[in-house]
């Protein structure tokens, strides 16, 4: 198993940029396919972007592509998230997630571990 813990999330002016980290437990980090979600109010959780135990492939949403990059240093354990040229419709909870082999990379259900999601609001 694996515990992950959500940081860098916050208040952030339409067209700036934040870094999410997501930090994970244990020492198998480098066997876990990283995920990233996010969820406005209301609405359904939505696939952002998704990286693979090794880092040499990535997913991306077409909502971000182009704005958002996803990239994981296993020998720290963490994966990350940047968001640039940010939008107000990008204003969610972000969740990471993590799963040895992700049926579907763009479905939540195909990941077995969460973190507890971290708040990022852009404001117009």
């Known amino acids: 198993q694996v515990q992950l813990v959500e940081s860098g999330g916050g208040l952030v002016q339409a067209g700036g940029s934040l870094r999410l980290s997501c930090a994970a437990s244990?020492?198998?980090?480098?066997?876990?396919?990283m995920a990233w979600f996010r969820q406005a109010p209301g609405k359904e959780r939505e696939f952002v972007a998704a990286?693979?135990?090794?880092?040499?492939?990535?997913y991306y949403a077409d909502s971000v592509e182009g704005r958002f990059t996803i990239s994981r240093d296993n020998a720290k354990n963490t994966a990350y998230l940047r968001l640039n040229s940010l939008k107000p419709e990008d204003t969610a909870v972000y969740y990471c997630a993590a799963d040895r082999r992700p049926t579907n990379r763009g479905l939540a259900t195909a990941y077995a571990y969460w973190g507890q999601g971290t708040q990022v609001t852009v404001s117009s």
């Open positions: 990286v693979t135990s090794s880092g040499g492939f990535t």
């Open positions: 244990g020492r198998t980090f480098s066997t876990y396919h």
